[in-house]
């Protein structure tokens, strides 16, 4: 990695008022899950934490990948990666830096998120509340590396953006999609049921990140951070192999 580099993706992302941004969004939207729990009859705080989570969750994964989508399509259209390639900078320099930097930027914005929730209902906060922070986190550095691929790969800044959140819909329906291929109203041995069988191993599962019912009844068990972490840097791997070896082989 290039620690300069690094430096520049973490400069234009304070340029753009990234963080700002988010933060102002999180606030309005802690704002609204106080607001419409307190008009809930019964579990004010329970329902406030959940509208809470699920809001922020969603806003951060989404501003994050349009950052980072519109980020690399400027430096292409600039000619700032050009301008880099011919500096003694190899191209795997580049791809590492910037997924670096925007692993950075998703740590701190999970940090944000975390703190967010913990204000809508502080005497909530426990283990679980932890297990979530740290998960989302690892979602987001998921989905800004499969956005560094498409933009990289895929010259249109909305068509990447638009590939890279059907990725997330499909990670967060990928549970529900099993779930029906394994009931009795499907046939498991059908080419369509093998066919998600075999997109479910190479399609991150989100599903499994952030449970809601952490938040509420504490952690469970049933997915800790080990295999968060696993998942996470299986498929950080996998993108930033793909993303390196379409950008080696490109010609400029």
């Known amino acids: 990695m290039s620690l300069p580099l690094v430096k520049y993706v973490l400069t234009a992302a304070v340029r753009d008022k990234l963080i700002l941004s988010l933060t102002l969004v999180m606030l309005v ?29 969603i806003i951060s994964v989404f501003g994050l990948v349009l950052f980072v989508v519109f980020f690399v399509r400027r430096s292409f259209e600039s000619k700032d990666i050009e301008f880099l390639l011919s500096r003694p900078v190899s191209r795997l320099n580049i791809i590492f830096s910037y997924a670096f930097a925007f692993a950075i930027l998703s740590f701190v914005i999970g940090i944000a998120v975390g703190g967010a929730i913990y204000s809508v209902s502080p005497h909530l906060f426990g283990y679980g509340h932890v297990i979530w922070i740290v998960t989302i986190m690892v979602e987001s550095v998921i989905m800004v590396n499969v956005a560094l691929f498409f933009s990289m790969y895929i010259s249109s800044a909305s068509s990447a953006s638009m590939a890279t959140l059907g990725v997330y819909v499909l990670g967060r329906l990928m549970g529900q999609l099993l779930g029906i291929s394994d009931s009795t109203l499907v046939d498991s041995s059908g080419i369509y049921a093998m066919a998600l069988q075999l997109v479910s191993f190479i399609t991150p599962r989100l599903d499994l990140l952030g449970q809601t019912s952490w938040l509420i009844y504490g952690y469970d068990g049933s997915y800790g951070l080990i295999e968060a972490i696993i998942q996470g840097v299986f498929f950080s791997a996998l993108i930033l192999l793909a993303t390196s070896l379409d950008f080696v082989r490109r010609q400029f």
């Open 29 to 57: 939207g802690s704002s609204l899950a106080i607001f419409l729990g307190g008009s809930a009859i019964i579990e004010k705080d329970q329902f406030s934490v959940v509208f809470a989570a699920a809001s922020l969750r």
